[in-house]
Protein backbone atom coordinates (compact mmCIF):
# COMPACT_ATOMS: atom_id res chain seq x y z
CA UNK A 1 0.00 0.00 0.00
CA UNK A 2 1.13 3.53 -0.76
CA UNK A 3 -0.23 6.87 1.58
CA UNK A 4 -0.48 10.08 -0.33
CA UNK A 5 2.91 10.95 0.91
CA UNK A 6 4.10 8.09 -1.10
CA UNK A 7 2.31 9.05 -4.09
CA UNK A 8 3.43 12.60 -4.03
CA UNK A 9 6.57 11.22 -4.00
CA UNK A 10 6.00 9.34 -7.39
CA UNK A 11 3.50 12.11 -9.24
CA UNK A 12 4.16 15.48 -9.97
CA UNK A 13 0.81 15.74 -9.43
CA UNK A 14 -0.59 18.44 -7.07
CA UNK A 15 -3.98 19.93 -5.77
CA UNK A 16 -6.31 19.81 -7.22
CA UNK A 17 -5.03 17.99 -10.01
CA UNK A 18 -3.97 14.78 -7.86
CA UNK A 19 -6.45 12.12 -7.89
CA UNK A 20 -5.26 9.13 -6.32
CA UNK A 21 -5.81 9.41 -2.80
CA UNK A 22 -4.07 5.29 -2.03
CA UNK A 23 -2.45 2.79 -3.30
CA UNK A 24 -4.00 -0.61 -2.22
CA UNK A 25 -2.11 -2.96 -4.07
CA UNK A 26 0.36 -3.13 -7.11
CA UNK A 27 1.59 -6.44 -8.69
CA UNK A 28 4.07 -6.34 -11.59
CA UNK A 29 0.62 -6.17 -14.00
CA UNK A 30 -1.99 -4.39 -12.04
CA UNK A 31 -2.61 -1.74 -9.69
CA UNK A 32 -5.38 -1.34 -7.44
CA UNK A 33 -6.19 2.74 -5.85
CA UNK A 34 -8.83 4.75 -4.36
CA UNK A 35 -10.03 8.18 -5.31
CA UNK A 36 -11.84 9.67 -2.17
CA UNK A 37 -14.95 11.86 -3.78
CA UNK A 38 -15.82 14.80 -1.63
CA UNK A 39 -17.91 17.77 -2.15
CA UNK A 40 -14.75 20.01 -1.93
CA UNK A 41 -13.56 19.47 -5.02
CA UNK A 42 -13.19 22.55 -6.88
CA UNK A 43 -15.20 21.10 -9.75
CA UNK A 44 -18.26 20.33 -8.54
CA UNK A 45 -18.61 24.05 -8.44
CA UNK A 46 -19.52 24.32 -12.13
CA UNK A 47 -20.26 20.38 -12.95
CA UNK A 48 -23.09 20.82 -12.26
CA UNK A 49 -24.60 23.07 -9.71
CA UNK A 50 -27.48 21.60 -8.08
CA UNK A 51 -26.41 17.73 -9.52
CA UNK A 52 -22.85 17.75 -8.33
CA UNK A 53 -21.32 14.95 -11.12
CA UNK A 54 -17.76 13.98 -11.34
CA UNK A 55 -16.84 14.67 -14.89
CA UNK A 56 -15.73 11.74 -17.20
CA UNK A 57 -12.44 13.23 -18.21
CA UNK A 58 -11.71 13.20 -14.70
CA UNK A 59 -12.39 9.73 -13.85
CA UNK A 60 -9.83 8.90 -16.82
CA UNK A 61 -7.53 11.21 -15.51
CA UNK A 62 -7.30 9.38 -12.39
CA UNK A 63 -6.74 6.12 -13.95
CA UNK A 64 -3.89 7.37 -16.52
CA UNK A 65 -2.79 8.71 -12.88
CA UNK A 66 -2.96 5.51 -11.77
CA UNK A 67 -0.98 3.80 -14.64
CA UNK A 68 1.59 6.49 -14.21
CA UNK A 69 1.99 5.02 -10.36
CA UNK A 70 2.64 1.48 -11.61
CA UNK A 71 4.30 2.48 -14.38
CA UNK A 72 6.85 4.81 -12.69
CA UNK A 73 7.29 2.69 -9.73
CA UNK A 74 8.08 -0.37 -11.24
CA UNK A 75 10.62 1.00 -13.78
CA UNK A 76 13.29 0.43 -11.57
CA UNK A 77 14.58 3.75 -12.13
CA UNK A 78 16.89 4.94 -9.34
CA UNK A 79 15.01 8.30 -9.05
CA UNK A 80 11.12 7.80 -9.73
CA UNK A 81 10.44 11.54 -9.01
CA UNK A 82 12.52 12.57 -12.03
CA UNK A 83 10.32 10.73 -14.28
CA UNK A 84 6.59 11.81 -15.90
CA UNK A 85 4.10 9.73 -17.45
CA UNK A 86 2.71 11.25 -20.40
CA UNK A 87 -0.43 10.41 -21.99
CA UNK A 88 -0.51 9.27 -25.58
CA UNK A 89 -4.04 7.96 -26.25
CA UNK A 90 -7.36 6.52 -25.26
CA UNK A 91 -9.10 4.11 -26.55
CA UNK A 92 -13.02 2.65 -26.12
CA UNK A 93 -13.44 4.87 -22.89
CA UNK A 94 -16.81 3.54 -21.91
CA UNK A 95 -19.04 5.55 -18.90
CA UNK A 96 -21.47 3.19 -16.85
CA UNK A 97 -22.60 4.87 -14.14
CA UNK A 98 -22.39 8.66 -12.09
CA UNK A 99 -19.68 9.46 -10.14
CA UNK A 100 -20.69 11.59 -7.19
CA UNK A 101 -19.91 13.17 -3.81
CA UNK A 102 -19.66 10.59 -0.90
CA UNK A 103 -18.67 7.70 -3.31
CA UNK A 104 -15.48 6.18 -3.19
CA UNK A 105 -13.96 5.37 -6.89
CA UNK A 106 -11.82 2.28 -6.64
CA UNK A 107 -9.54 2.16 -9.81
CA UNK A 108 -8.12 -1.15 -11.13
CA UNK A 109 -5.48 -0.36 -13.86
CA UNK A 110 -3.83 -3.58 -15.93
CA UNK A 111 -0.85 -3.43 -18.11
CA UNK A 112 -1.59 -5.08 -21.18
CA UNK A 113 1.55 -4.50 -23.09
CA UNK A 114 5.02 -2.88 -22.32
CA UNK A 115 7.27 -1.98 -25.23
CA UNK A 116 10.79 0.47 -24.38
CA UNK A 117 8.99 3.24 -22.34
CA UNK A 118 5.72 3.10 -23.93
CA UNK A 119 2.77 1.14 -21.57
CA UNK A 120 -0.61 0.09 -23.13
CA UNK A 121 -3.30 -0.41 -20.30
CA UNK A 122 -7.13 -1.45 -19.30
CA UNK A 123 -8.62 0.84 -16.83
CA UNK A 124 -11.64 0.19 -14.46
CA UNK A 125 -13.20 2.23 -12.00
CA UNK A 126 -15.93 1.27 -9.53
CA UNK A 127 -18.27 2.63 -7.06
CA UNK A 128 -19.66 0.36 -4.73
CA UNK A 129 -18.79 -3.01 -7.58
CA UNK A 130 -20.77 -1.27 -10.01
CA UNK A 131 -18.31 -0.19 -13.23
CA UNK A 132 -18.29 3.73 -13.28
CA UNK A 133 -16.37 3.89 -16.14
CA UNK A 134 -13.35 1.98 -18.33
CA UNK A 135 -10.76 2.35 -21.48
CA UNK A 136 -7.74 1.56 -22.44
CA UNK A 137 -4.90 4.24 -21.87
CA UNK A 138 -1.55 4.91 -23.71
CA UNK A 139 1.15 6.05 -22.00
CA UNK A 140 4.93 7.17 -22.67
CA UNK A 141 7.32 7.11 -19.74
CA UNK A 142 9.66 10.07 -20.11
CA UNK A 143 12.49 12.54 -18.19
CA UNK A 144 11.20 15.93 -18.67
CA UNK A 145 13.63 18.50 -20.29
Not at 83 to 103: A, C, I, N, S, Y
Amino acid sequence: MLDIKEIMKILPHRFPFLLVDRVLEITPDKIRAVKNVSMNEPFFQGHFPGHPVMPGVLIVEALAQCAGIHTISTSGEDAPENMLTLFMGVDGVKFRKQVVPGDQLEMVVTIIRKKGKIVKAKGEAFVDGQLACEGELTAMMTVPE
